[in-house]
């Protein structure tokens, strides 16, 4: 099965992305800061599918893919540009999924918020699902900021407490509730809040994200 990786992203429209950050950063910088996340995601994800035979990447746009940003991520890392569905972000991650699936893709599915994470795990992802059902990378506030299917369990995302520090818990236990065998990854911390902007300001090696933000 062709490795699919599916980048789910908003828009850098200032007001309405990272609207967490925007005590911190202003509008504007809570805008560029969303885009430079993006990009940093994206060339993860280009570097990953170098070394992966027969990999693709897909950049799923929300609210739709025809902000300028998208476009010219598009040219620049060589991937497709799909609209996200309407829906919670549940319902959105799910159809994005089970449409690779049934498209005889094997899926993993990110967020943008993670700059820690490597090649190396989007590589241990795509392994675990040889031997599980689903592949998930626990965030440090209690949701994920990775997760793989290789099969069918809409039951993971109906109903769950997104944004809350409840998501894993509640991940887990419908995996658990419905028999399916999931893997997880070692947990990563994801940018949300100023306290998550001050500590990735304090890394020097996110000085290319957190500069004159």
């Known amino acids: 099965m062709m490795p699919l990786l599916i980048v ?3 828009a850098p429209v200032p ?20 885009e430079r996340l993006l990009r940093q995601t994206l060339a993860t994800a280009a570097a990953w599918r170098a070394g992966t035979a027969g990999a693709a990447v ?3 746009c929300a609210p739709d893919g025809a902000h300028p940003a998208f476009a010219a991520c598009a040219a620049e890392y060589d991937v497709r540009l799909v609209a996200q569905r309407p829906g919670d972000l549940g319902a959105r991650m799910w159809l994005a999924l089970i449409t690779a699936l049934c498209a005889g893709m094997r899926p993993v599915l990110v967020g943008t918020d993670c700059p820690e994470r490597a090649v190396t795990h989007l590589e241990d992802a795509f392994a675990k ?3 599980h059902d689903a592949v998930f990378g626990p965030a440090t506030d209690g949701g994920y900021v990775l997760v793989g299917l290789a099969r069918a369990l809409p039951e993971l ?11 894993m818990r509640e991940t887990r236990d419908r995996a658990c509730s ?17 306290a998550d902007w001050e500590r990735l300001a304090r890394d020097p090696r996110y000085a290319h994200l957190t500069g004159a933000a």
């Open 15 to 34: 007001g309405q992305c990272k609207t967490r950050l925007i005590p911190a950063l202003g509008a504007e910088g809570a805008a560029r800061a969303q």
């Open 129 to 131: 699902l040889d031997t």
């Open 58 to 60: 897909e950049l799923h």
């Open 157 to 167: 995302f109906a109903g769950i407490a997104w944004s809350t520090s409840r998501v």
């Open 178 to 194: 419905v028999g399916a065998r999931i893997a997880l990854q070692a947990p990563l911390a994801d940018v949300d809040t100023p």
């Open 8 to 10: 789910f992203a908003r």
